[in-house]
């Protein structure tokens, strides 16, 4: 066993309880009351770059909440490692349904129940874990390493393109490795080759001046509520099917052979449908339910509000309605050119009798796919094959992490997704957790990973 295995399994205690403290900080990036708990994270993982060897630390700011840089740069002649991830979590509601405070962590059967266990502070703390062992087991790494990690993944990255356009210099290097992410299952080890855009907006429809008598005015003027349900709907077909003009028009149609390795990863939509309480799937029709999720883009609101929510009767006709919409992008959508579109469908589509006005909002990102042959994604998949001993699923996912666009962009480098959380973790939703045993086999995948990279 090298050194810096017997490392990591001489300090897991230790990690865990830095875990444990890392967890505590209720970072939630969306609630502006929390925006010095995500400074106070930011300083933590300064702090924790710093204490395992890392050099040039430092939190840089941002129009919103910050990130943190670091590098270890004496590998001459080797490739540059980025490793991203982040340190902000999700908003906690609905309360009522953890079984323990969310930021109070607890450890129980292998695993760490917390807000932002798995999603991402479990899985960002694997490579800093990883990167102290090599330092002190070795003195020196395979490879130049950079960090970047981020405070607003969860509410789409917002400040980030101006960050990494403005910093591009600084985060300069051959090929990104994200700790936000997971694998297939505890057995199943998997390689991502794509993630969704994203582009959000909302409508808002206005009537009269005031809420009314729906006894005296109804029947006689626009309902704002009725406005904005016959709006959306004209968004999509009975089927599924988008029907905003130009939608599609950008979209890269599949091919068979993705269609093909589309359909080799393993998916009981009979289970699918049953874990959910459903009888059927729905979407666009012409395409499996694994294609709709993976490789079509979406569209679909969010919420929907307006008029009188208390129990009981209020005979009122509210004078104004919104929705929130948010849209799942593939190759090449722009975001962009989708909330163009959307707006300039609503303005055609506007019912009489209401103003409308649209409203882009701030989550967006490019979509973004890796070749599966890429060199990142070849170290990635013999890395696996030591760790899972049987090779990889080649999936997508319809989630998004905005900044891999950004990445390749910018700077040219293409982003391999390494993370170690599972599906059934709970993320984004209550009594999340992360298991201890991805924990550790993280450390270990990361070690070997950059090792592996400092071949290529």
Not at 341 to 357: N, R, Y
Request: hydrophobic residues 40%.
């Amino acid at each position: 066993m090298p050194t810096w295995e017997i490392y990591l399994e001489q300090n897991q205690s230790r990690f865990h309880a830095e875990l444990l403290d890392f967890l505590r900080i209720p970072s939630i990036s969306a609630l502006p009351e929390n925006a010095a708990d995500v400074r106070r994270a930011a300083e933590w993982v300064a702090q924790r770059l710093t204490t395992a060897g890392i050099e040039h630390v430092q939190v840089l700011p941002t129009a919103g909440h910050p990130a943190v840089y670091g590098d270890w740069l004496h590998a001459p002649g080797k490739p540059t490692i980025l490793i991203y991830g982040h340190f902000d979590t999700q908003p906690v509601d609905p309360l009522h349904l953890w079984d323990s405070p969310p930021f109070e962590p607890v450890v129980k059967d292998g695993r760490i129940y917390a807000r932002g266990a798995s999603d991402d502070k479990g899985n960002m703390f694997i490579p800093i874990v990883a990167v102290e062992a090599l330092l002190q087991a070795d003195g020196v790494l395979p490879v130049n390493v950079k960090f970047c990690f981020e405070g607003q993944e969860e509410i789409g990255s917002p400040q980030m393109p101006e960050f990494v356009a403005a910093h591009k210099d600084l985060l300069a290097c051959d090929l990104v490795v994200s700790a936000d992410g997971g694998q297939w299952s505890e057995t199943e080890p998997a390689i991502l080759l794509s993630l969704k855009g994203v582009c959000s907006l909302e409508i808002s429809i206005k009537g009269a001046n005031s809420d009314l008598h729906s006894g005296t005015y109804g029947g006689t003027i626009q309902n704002p509520i009725h406005a904005l349900v016959r709006l959306l709907d004209s968004m999509r077909s009975p089927a599924g099917k988008i029907l905003v003009e130009g939608f599609y028009d950008a979209v890269v149609e599949l091919t068979e052979a993705q269609r093909v390795e589309i359909a080799r990863v393993p998916f009981d939509e009979a289970e699918y449908l049953a874990e959910l309480g459903l009888s059927e799937p729905f979407g666009e029709p012409g395409y499996t339910t694994r294609e709709r999720a993976w490789v079509r883009p979406t569209l679909e609101v969010n919420g929907i509000w307006g008029g009188f929510q208390g129990q009981g009767v209020k005979t009122v006709l509210p004078n104004e309605a919104h929705a929130k919409i948010t849209c799942r992008l593939v190759a090449d959508q722009n975001p962009t050119e989708i909330v163009k579109l959307l707006t300039a469908h609503v303005e055609k589509h506007a019912p009489p009798g209401v103003t409308v006005e649209v409203l882009p909002l701030s989550m967006w990102g490019k979509p973004y796919s890796i070749p599966a042959d890429h060199p990142g994604n070849e170290a990635a998949r013999a890395v696996h094959l030591e760790l899972y001993g049987r090779e990889p699923y080649y999936n997508r996912t319809g989630g998004s992490i905005p900044i891999c666009g950004l990445f390749l962009d910018h700077l040219q480098a293409y982003t391999v997704n390494f993370a170690f959380g599972l599906r059934d973790e709970r993320a984004h939703a209550p009594n999340e957790f992360y298991r201890l045993s991805s924990f550790e086999r993280g450390q270990r995948g990361y070690g070997k990973l950059l090792h592996r990279l400092g071949l290529v």
